[in-house]
């Protein structure tokens, strides 16, 4: 099992551009979110999904949309890159009620 | 609303001594509690959990956690700690209710385990 991948590794943008954040799972886990990681904020949750077809916010939505249109796969768009949303973005996948399993992470430059 | 609150930065203990790091929550319904681990420029890894049962729960690389009902305290343990235990150290809080499949975070304690 490959786990949790997530393409690309890094990525640099220029304010206003959008691109795709790639996502996705062998494991058959229902359960899957982005969180973003910021220095002293911890990983806050951007957006989950409880299975194809459903998709919900977390705490910080804003600037992002997500689609689950299969199991194995959860892309993040940024519709139009902001300064604020550099950070590096985690993918995680799990089994209802269980332990995630997280992506290696996109680090993400907007200038 | 459900939130976790990981009240030290970081944490500091000299090697074989035990460490603590502290973790609280707050839930409406029956808490499912994790930690997990992240090396540098990695993603988390899982340590432990607790769902329901034993209110001491071991996990990886010899750690342990004592899940505190009436204190809403989770906090992290080891009895002797290691220098490659060094690392950022996150708890997590998931609301039991059917339906809540949030998973919030903590900010995270760097732990640093000194020679």
């Known amino acids: 099992n490959a786990g949790v991948t997530q393409t690309p590794k890094f990525q640099v943008l220029k304010t206003g551009q959008s691109m795709t954040l790639q996502c996705a799972q062998d494991m058959n886990h229902e359960y899957m979110s982005w969180y973003r990681q910021d220095p002293g904020m911890g990983l806050r949750l951007i957006h989950y999904?409880?299975?194809?077809?459903?998709?919900d916010q977390g705490e910080v939505p804003n600037g992002y949309n997500v689609s689950r249109s299969t199991t194995e796969d959860f892309p993040l768009r940024l519709l139009s890159a902001a300064p604020s949303q550099t950070s590096v973005y985690f993918c995680?996948?799990?089994?209802?009620?269980?332990?995630?399993?997280f992506g290696p992470g996109t680090r993400l430059t907007v200038l | 609303a459900q939130s976790v609150a990981q009240p030290e930065d970081q944490v500091n203990v000299a090697e074989g001594n035990p460490l603590t790091v502290k973790c609280t929550y707050s839930v409406s319904g029956n808490p499912y509690l994790f930690w997990y681990v992240q090396y540098p420029n990695r993603g988390l890894q899982f340590l432990l959990k607790y769902i329901t049962g034993d209110n001491l729960v071991k996990g990886s690389y010899g750690f342990e956690a004592e899940f505190n009902k009436s204190q809403t305290s989770f906090h992290l343990k080891k009895p002797s700690a290691l220098v490659s235990d060094s690392a950022l150290y996150f708890c997590?809080?998931?609301?039991?209710?059917?339906?809540?499949?949030?998973?919030?975070f903590g900010t995270g304690t760097r732990l640093k385990v000194l020679a």
């Open positions: 997590a809080v998931r609301e039991g209710s059917s339906g809540t499949y949030k998973y919030i």
């Open positions: 999904s409880v299975g194809a077809g459903i998709t």
């Open positions: 995680a996948s799990s089994p209802a009620y269980n332990e995630q399993f």
